[in-house]
């Protein structure tokens, strides 16, 4: 009995030396070895998310935006409320968001012909619409939608909410999720009300709009940009630039009723959740408690997103 049970393990030990018994990857599994490369460790810990209600309307004006350009009227605001604690597992994050040159990569490897990296909504929607690259991707380069390949150091824009998480098993990583995003922004210390601290937005932080068309950029501006704008860990463009699509759901109870680990909120509603505003948007959504939310199928030219890698 002995013999036949120290023969089977040294029989399964070969098969794993030589990756003949590595699974296939599923749907919606990465394929690729992970790469850490210009990506940020956030240590595991506990920080503050969300709110109080006087800090929540800091810099908040009513401007009235209709939806399509991710503002909102006041009753429909969501600025991340109660405050509450929240413990997090060590992760890598993205230090820059993902540009169209990275993007490139993934179109030209075949992602949108690689089912196993969409998940099943992801891929009826795809395949219904005939998507194969990212919305105005072959724009020329004359065009105010800088989503392509004409701007290099660009973040991708014109991606839906699937487009994005295919890409992050692609890459072998995931999309943040709501915690995560924020812990990265804002740090562990309390009283942050963007990732440079609480001092009003201006142009040498951020890409955003400073009052009604007037701006500082005019349209997505080069990662890396603002340098005085970085987030207490290292990361750039935490606040404007682009809106970043997060791996939850929106629930607007969530953070009431929200676990005090690791919380994400996976049952499926109607939204995700996009974080940190966009060059079009005024400072009282730029704040990194502000939560946006959007059907998965969106594609704008003001949403963009970075990636993580759990720590196990």
Not at 232 to 238: E, F, H, Q, R
Not at 254 to 283: D, H, Q, V
């Amino acid at each position: 009995m002995n013999i036949r049970l120290n023969t089977t393990i040294f029989l399964l030990s070969l098969c794993c030396l030589f990756s003949s018994c590595k699974e296939v990857p599923k749907q919606g599994e990465a394929p690729r070895k992970q790469n850490i490369k210009d990506m940020v460790l956030i240590p595991e810990g506990e920080f503050i998310m969300g709110k109080e209600d006087e800090m929540a309307m800091a810099g908040h004006n009513h401007g009235g935006h209709d939806d399509h350009h991710a503002h909102h009227n006041h009753k429909d605001v969501d600025f991340g409320k109660p405050a509450h604690k929240v413990f997090l597992n060590a992760y890598y994050i993205d230090k820059y968001e993902v540009t169209n040159s990275k993007f490139y990569k993934f179109i030209k490897d075949g992602g949108y012909e690689k089912k196993n990296l969409w998940t099943d909504d992801g891929w009826n929607w795809k395949e219904k619409n005939s998507i194969t690259a990212p919305n105005w991707w072959n724009k020329d380069e004359s065009s105010n939608f800088r989503g392509s390949i004409h701007y290099p150091e660009n973040p991708i824009t014109g991606i839906s909410w699937y487009e994005a998480d295919a890409y992050a098993r692609w890459a072998g990583k995931s999309l943040p999720t709501e915690a995560q995003w924020e812990k990265a922004a804002r740090g562990e210390k309390p009283g942050y009300i963007y990732p440079w601290g609480s001092n009003e937005p201006n142009c040498t932080y951020a890409n955003f709009c400073i009052e009604k068309h007037k701006f500082c950029f005019g349209s997505t501006a080069p990662v890396g940009s603002y340098k005085d704008g970085v987030s207490p860990y290292g990361l750039y463009d935490m606040s404007g630039n682009v809106w970043e699509w997060c791996k939850d759901w929106y629930n607007p109870d969530f953070y009431s009723n929200s676990p005090y680990e690791n919380p994400e909120c996976t049952k499926p509603e109607t939204r995700k959740i996009m974080r940190g505003g966009a060059w079009l948007n005024e400072k009282s959504f730029i704040n990194s408690t502000f939560r946006q939310k959007s059907k998965p199928e969106l594609r704008n030219y003001f949403t963009g997103f970075r990636c993580v890698i759990n720590i196990k």
